[in-house]
């Protein structure tokens, strides 16, 4: 399992012969036959990597910018103003609070994502009837477009007519007293928005980690049978060690989908009850847009960047290491 | 290990697996069977916690639906969403291919170092890069406008549709372009007249991707638009339906289901390639 795109195969041993068949002749002068052909690479590249130089790399040096200066939203002008806006919001309780939100909002849900996700490809794995209506029905969540499936969570956990607390009256799990607003008290606010989280990303690790299962050769499978392993030596020692590469990717990409997220945040709890559900994401949206602040904004969600970065040399460190062997 | 025993195992398992199964399957599919139950109820079998709520408590009713398609934007906003799904699919189609067979056969190491690049574009998201486009649209005048989506909309379609055509390039046998550059064409024209019309399931892919990828987005949408008339439905839906603390449950849930259900059965088609968008490059 090499980890990075293989590299193309070099072409020059074909490209000599298609070139020597109409020469006709062994003894042509060389002719670096890669010219023309990165010459056209190039062409065909430069349209997608100049619109994401201009709309990815531009706006983000922007950001930048705009981080160290006085921009807001009415001003036409702006002013440099060095590290202010950092030194106050390191100041902030509330950004404090916010990271430390996001943090934990992170991974504690990828940490379920995760061991779910597996369990889930497990069950998934072998084939059975019906197989297809099982994978629609736990795709779902991920196909849906995130805004309207919090929508649906927003109503499943409504203060009055929450079908969790109904049927917890019903079942008499909770007793008389016993009333839980879900997103109107911190700690319970906090286990519904990483909750809807893992409801939303589930679907997508499941399906990474089953394409990394399928991947493994059946001999090892077999061999692991012939030697004797049992189902948590065989989970433990083979399963896990060769999805591992996969499993992270999924992982990975679950760290930046929630560290970042502001969907969720927003249509449930628009960060209260008391700023307990504030994330990076959510605090820089509503002071840089909502609050008309852009330098404060984009100061805010630039300390989301680090964290990104920290992934992706994680990432790279793996693909250099797999790609070597 | 003797017959009885094991077939009791075997069973034993078989039951755990479809137990599990189910546990899984009620998480993640009863907010959908919820948005569906609640769409036909009349509001005041929504508001009677004497009543059932998994079951009808009154009869079904198709009045939610009609507020929705009749007192609300809801189909302008699918109007928009279609629109600029459109557009924004022809720009990343334009772009996309193009570069995924560059990536795929044309570059050596840089190319290799570039794939990377495109893929790490993932790392800045829309969440950074939101605040200074809400500067940049206002100051192009775009302000409010859906050609603000058609623009940006591509920064996150085509890095992930170039890494999705680059690995459909390469499944591809290099001896289809081969044999029509022996017979005389230039790589650019057996590109465009050999390679480009047996890729046609690898750009279906990825319109399919690019349409749920805009119907999904929410945070420029957000950012940029501030008139019911020019919402997209995934900010329309939750932004004008909720309004202060009134909340037109019945209609919201009919939204989100009309919207969910055949994004979901495309796209159920399709997850595998979606997957291999995400880990190509990443696991062989």
Partial sequence: MSVAAPRPRPLPARRERKQRSPAGSLSRPRIHPFDDEAWLGRMLLAPAVIYIVALVGFPFFLAIFYSVSDATVGSTTLHFVGLRNYERILQDPTFWRSLRNAVVFTVVSQALVVVLGKILAMALYADFPGKWAVRFLILLPWVAPISLGSIGWLWIFDPVYSVINWSGRALHLFGPGFWPIWLGQPDLAMASIVMVDVWRLLPLATVIILAGMSSIPQDIHDAAAVDGAGFWRHLFRINLPLIMPIMLVALLFGIVFTFTDLIVVYVLTRGGPFDSTQVIASYAYFTGVQGGDLATGAAISLFLFPALVAVAIVFLTIAKRTEVT | ?284
């Fill in chain 2, 1 to 284: 290990m003797s017959g009885p025993p094991f077939s009791v195992i075997r069973s034993l398992r078989r039951g755990g697996h479809v137990l599990l199964l189910a546990a899984f399957v009620a998480f993640l599919a009863f907010p959908f069977y919820w948005m569906a139950i609640t769409t036909f109820k009349s509001t005041r079998d929504l508001i009677d916690t004497t009543h059932n709520p998994f079951l009808f408590g009154a009869p079904p009713t198709l009045n939610n639906l009609r507020v929705l398609f009749f007192q609300t934007d809801f189909g302008r906003w699918i109007m928009n969403t279609i629109e600029v799904g459109v557009l924004v699919t022809l720009i990343t189609l334009v772009l996309a291919v193009p570069a995924g067979y560059a990536l795929a056969r044309l570059s050596g190491r840089w190319g290799h170092r570039l794939g990377i690049a495109i893929f790490l574009t993932y790392l800045i998201p829309p969440t950074i890069l939101f605040i200074p486009f809400s500067r940049i649209v206002a100051d192009v005048g775009l302000q409010d406008s859906l050609w603000s989506l058609v623009l940006v909309y591509p920064s996150f379609t085509v890095p992930f549709c170039t890494w999705l055509m680059m690995g459909f390039f390469k499944s591809i046998p290099r001896d289809i372009e081969e044999a029509a550059m022996i017979d005389g064409l230039s790589r650019f024209r057996a590109f465009v007249k050999v390679v480009v019309p047996v890729s046609s399931a690898g750009m279906l892919t990825v319109v399919i991707f690019t349409l749920t990828l805009v119907m999904q987005e929410f945070v420029y949408a957000l950012t940029f638009i501030t008139t019911s008339a020019h919402y997209t439905v995934s900010v329309g839906v939750p932004t004008f339906l909720v309004r202060g603390d009134v909340y037109f449950w019945g209609s919201l849930m009919g939204a989100c289901l009309i919207v969910s259900i055949p994004v979901a059965i495309v796209y159920n088609l399709f997850v595998d390639r979606f997957v291999a968008g995400f880990t190509v490059g990443a696991v062989k």
